[in-house]
């Protein structure tokens, strides 16, 4: 298998077969196959070997499900690596979306879970925070239909750098808590990223001024 190759998606993830079930990691190769990240860097964003990676790619090209993608050098430079996911039983894509979800949560339903780690160091009083529960609200509101909302969430957040991530105490996304964000080189690429997904500027109401006081 060639493992600079790039896949994408053949059909909306919306529009498959709502009874059509995959496992956690073939759903999430369909979520990684964006059109501009290769084989290899899917494997290493899913965290499985190569015979794992080649199988499942076999088994999704084989049902249609992506096509190969031709992308330019600069596209290809640009493409990034993700946080690995859990092995689970076969589930339609509602199901792996709803599998997220906070048992409990006294956020929205419809928002996609975050599980906080440890809060990163206090930033001055002067810095500019970022509200992640309304960046979150922010994209799920661009879309009525929650499942098309919780594919934008994931696909924004794929697009982060890994380390940057657990550098700001972000593992998953789950949470129920506001997390507030003033890691400025984070806060720039949740903002490209929205830019990039949704081709929508991301709007100043999810800054604060300061962190509130401790």
């Known amino acids: 298998m060639n493992n600079t190759k790039i896949y994408q998606n053949t059909w909306p993830l919306q529009q498959l077969p ?12 369909l979520l990684c196959a964006d059109g501009k990240a290769t084989v290899d860097q899917i494997q290493r964003r899913l965290g ?9 790619l076999s088994r999704l090209c084989g049902s249609n499900l992506l096509t190969e993608s031709i ?7 640009k493409t990034t690596v993700d946080i690995a996911a859990p092995v689970s ?3 339609t894509f509602i199901e792996y979306l709803k599998s997220t979800e906070s048992p409990g949560s006294s956020t929205e339903k419809n928002m996609p879970a975050f599980s906080p780690l440890q809060k990163p160091a ?6 500019r925070a970022m509200s992640l529960q309304s960046v979150i609200q922010f994209i799920l509101n661009q879309n009525p239909d929650p499942t098309a909302g919780h594919l934008a969430t994931y696909q924004v957040f794929m ?13 998953s996304l789950r949470f ?4 507030l964000i003033t890691d400025p080189e984070l806060q720039t690429a949740i903002t490209d990223n929205i830019q990039k997904v949704l081709k929508i500027t991301c709007p100043e109401d999810v800054f604060v001024a300061s962190p509130p006081g401790r």
């Open 18 to 29: 709502a009874t059509m079930k995959l496992s956690n990691l073939e759903w999430r190769f």
């Open 48 to 56: 499985v070997s190569e015979k794992e990676r080649d199988y499942i």
């Open 71 to 77: 992308v330019s050098l600069e596209e290809f430079a």
């Open 89 to 91: 039983e076969p589930q």
């Open 122 to 127: 206090a930033a001055p009083s002067t810095a």
């Open 159 to 171: 697009g982060i750098d890994t380390q940057l991530l657990k550098r700001n105490g972000i593992t």
């Open 176 to 179: 129920q808590d506001d997390r």
